[in-house]
């Protein structure tokens, strides 16, 4: 049986550890959390040096933060290994200098998926998507894993990944962020905030099914993408004396769905009064 190496013992590394353990043998290590990350992998997985773990995987695969990576990859590169992948989206085969000149085939191999928590991890990860960015060996390797996962892979240039991460963060921690300022004006208005989130649900995932099914313009609804610049400038008015970055967040996020009421076909004199008023000049 082949050996996955894991470094990394943080939510990733773990969920990954335990999901794969079936097909490999897996070893672990971290600076502080190998025997726990051991353990939740269950098994046959085991804590090991990284000495240890670069003499005897067939591929390495590190789960560590993006700003670690290249520190693990300049201790593995005493050992050179033949295999190395990390899990960090903005970061291409180059973070794992000086890995690649010294022989080893690198990729980046990041989970296009949430994993707040290992056991959130070992639930959403299969069936995701994969960001691939490298070749060779080291690509074979991704495709193998996201197979074993159930997921699928797109490949990304290394000189695209800001944009791909991006967008990564956008459709994932600015959902959050957008779901809490939501949250916030409806506690504004009287409820209180677990009241809030489960009034809010059903909007959310039917908005979401349906821009996913039937396209972001097409599930586009309400006043921006009516052109009803009077509801607008009440919502504005009611924010009055609010943080200031949730009125402004409510006025960028506006003129961004202006831009595509526009293109499924609101008028412009329409547009033009919206835009007005969520610039505060109507």
């Known amino acids: ?3 996955l190496g894991i470094v990394g013992g943080g939510n990733v590394g773990r969920a990954l550890a335990r999901l794969l353990e079936p097909r490999f043998e897996v070893v672990i290590a971290s600076r502080s959390r190998a025997r726990e990350a051991a353990e939740f992998a269950g098994g046959r997985a085991r804590a090991v040096s990284l000495k240890s773990l670069a003499e005897a995987s067939d591929c390495i695969l590190v789960a560590v933060p993006d ?70 060996a080291a690509a074979t390797w991704c495709g193998r894993l996201a ?48 009241a809030a989130s489960h009034a809010l649900r059903p909007l959310v995932e039917a908005t979401l099914a349906n821009a996913l099914t039937m396209g972001q313009a097409q599930a586009l609804t309400g006043p ?12 504005l008015e009611a924010m009055r004396g609010l943080p ?25 004199r329409e547009a033009r009064e919206v835009q007005a008023v969520l610039r505060g000049s109507g």
Not at 224 to 235: C, E, L, N
Not at 244 to 268: D, K, V
């Open 147 to 194: 197979a074993l996962l159930d997921g699928t892979v797109v490949e990304v240039a290394e000189a695209r990944l800001p944009l791909y991460h991006a967008a990564a963060v956008m459709a994932s921690n600015c959902a959050v962020g957008l779901l809490h300022a939501a949250s916030e004006l409806m506690h504004r208005a009287g409820l209180e905030r677990t």
């Open 67 to 136: 700003r670690a990576v290249r520190a693990v990859a300049a201790q593995l590169a005493a050992h050179r290994p033949g295999v190395v992948l990390h899990t960090c989206g903005s970061q291409g085969p180059s973070g794992l200098a000086p890995l690649p000149d010294q022989g080893s085939s690198c990729a980046m191999f990041h989970p296009l998926q949430t994993v707040p928590d290992p056991d959130s991890g070992v639930a959403a990860l299969p069936g995701s998507c994969f960001g691939l960015c490298g070749a060779g």
């Open 224 to 235: 921006v993408m009516r052109g009803d610049a009077i509801t607008v400038r009440h919502h």
């Open 1 to 3: 049986m082949e050996t």
């Open 244 to 268: 200031a970055g949730l009125t402004e967040f409510y006025r960028e996020c506006g003129l961004y769905l202006l831009s595509l009421a526009m293109r499924s076909g609101l008028p412009e």
